[in-house]
């Protein structure tokens, strides 16, 4: 039986594939590489979901990294439960025709209570009195223990915020996809499944952060080059079959778009004050956005505003189409969860999800790591604020605070968007820029869409 590991190299594409990639170009010159023309929106929810079901978000319900639940009246972000995710997985289809097919799913998302075999997602733990623990979820149970005990514990910091993507105290640059390839090096020893799925994140920092035509990038390259390389001769060496893929292409930014600013100017937007500070109140808003990298999913609570919402974002500059109805049917983004409008951004602008006016009134979630309470994707989490002095005492300091017991906020993050140089989520006009995937076998074209990869692994499995 044919057995396949999946790896997918976040921002890898055809553009970059080169002589700072030796092995990955290697591989590819061996081998059959196709540009995946992206999912709409180009994030790595919705691409995952596309890959994995052979359907678009009007069928599997993935409209974006998060969205607005119309009945709950609050914004939803990286949510993990794999329920959000409708319809009949790769994994179950392959387990109908394949005997004994098992399959690992290692940090691709919506990962928990799924029907794979063995998955390992990253999962704080919350205590009661405020405090938070960074861990993994795994499944079975007895999986979490005893990957940290051959491996330690997973390097957490290193996976998303200002420490991701560079050397600090948690670790090296490249020390969570590190940990995430040693991880699926031990599934397949331990468990050998058929279908392995392993998601390697380390270039998508300093991609957001640095832009791609950063020098600073050929070590990053040189760092997922080699990992990547090592699980293809790990993998080849025991038989198993190996599909390179990425969800996306990063491409320089320069503008970032403050839809909800410009709302709550024109007094779209309610405003809850609590202890001094802004909070949106969706509920009561009359029209806002939830904004996604270069997608924002505008919510219209008051239908007799949508003409002049959608003019005044269309006259944004930044914006390269909105949305309606029949447009979201044409590019399958017709679904409940999905805004009543959506904008794509063109390819040098992002959206952010900021709606104060004044840096002051900011939520205090703002200048922290909070990916669940911010209402919007916010990737300036990727930087230390270079307005505090002496920043990394400050961390210091808040890090005494917690292990002393007291309540504190981890407020190192800063509120300029500028900061801000690669983004994705729209469809780049070049395929250099696009998604890739790459097989030791021939593929159906040299361009595929987001869907028809589902196909191609499929084939891998089933031979």
Not at 56 to 65: E, K, L
Not at 214 to 240: K, M, N, S
Not at 443 to 451: A, E, F, H, K, Q
């Amino acid at each position: 039986m044919p057995r396949v590991a999946v790896l997918n190299v976040v921002g890898l594409t055809p553009g970059i594939i080169g002589p700072r990639t030796p092995g990955i170009a290697a591989f590819a010159a061996a081998g059959h590489t196709a540009a995946i023309d992206p999912a709409l929106p180009a994030v790595t929810c919705t691409a995952q979901s596309d890959y994995l079901t052979g359907r678009r978000p009007t069928d599997h319900g993935i409209v974006a990294n998060g969205w607005y639940d119309r009945a709950l009246a609050e914004v939803h972000f990286w949510k993990q439960s794999n329920h959000l995710v409708a319809g009949p997985k790769i994994w179950d289809d392959l387990r109908a025709i394949v005997p004994g097919f098992t399959c690992a799913t290692m940090f691709w998302w919506y990962n928990m209570y799924s029907t794979a075999d063995h998955s390992v997602t990253p999962r704080p733990m919350y205590p009661a009195d405020g405090r938070k623990f960074f861990d993994i979820y795994a499944w079975p149970y007895p999986l979490r223990p005893a990957l940290k005990q051959a491996l330690g514990d997973f390097p957490f910091p290193t996976f998303w915020g200002p420490a991701a993507g560079v050397r600090s105290p948690q670790g090296e640059p490249d020390a969570a996809s590190r940990w995430i390839a040693a991880s699926a090096k031990w599934i397949e020893e331990h468990h050998q499944p058929t279908l392995n799925l392993v998601y390697l994140p380390h270039l998508d920092y300093n991609l957001q952060r640095l832009g791609p035509a950063h020098p600073a990038l050929a070590d990053d390259l040189r760092r997922i080059d080699e990992i990547v390389t090592d699980l293809i001769r790990f993998f080849q060496q025991r038989g198993v079959h190996v599909l390179l893929l990425s969800e996306y292409g990063i491409t320089p930014v320069d503008t970032p778009i403050h839809l909800n600013r410009e709302f709550r100017r024109r007094g779209w937007i309610t405003i809850k004050e609590e202890l001094g500070l802004d909070i949106l109140d969706t509920g009561n808003s009359r029209a806002f956005a939830i904004a996604d990298h270069q997608c924002a999913h505008i919510h219209v609570n008051d239908p007799s505003l949508s003409g002049e919402v959608r003019a005044l974002v269309e006259q944004n500059p930044g914006v390269a189409q909105v949305l309606d109805t029949a447009g979201k049917r044409r590019l399958g983004l017709d679904h409940a969860r999905a805004g009543d409008l959506i904008a794509f951004a063109r390819e040098n602008a992002w959206f952010t999800y900021y709606y104060w006016l004044e840096d002051r009134r900011a939520p205090d979630f703002a200048r922290c790591v909070d990916i669940h309470r911010k209402p919007g994707y916010d990737p300036v989490e990727l930087f230390l604020d270079p307005a505090i002095p002496a920043v990394k005492l400050r961390i210091l300091t808040r890090l005494l605070q917690k292990k002393m017991g007291f309540r504190m906020l981890m407020d190192v993050i800063p509120l300029d968007a500028t900061l801000v140089k690669g983004s994705h989520g729209c469809r780049p006009v070049s395929p250099a820029d696009w998604p890739v995937l790459i097989s030791p076998t021939p593929l159906p074209g040299d361009r595929l869409g987001s869907t028809d990869v589902y196909g191609v692994i499929r084939r891998a499995v089933v031979g």
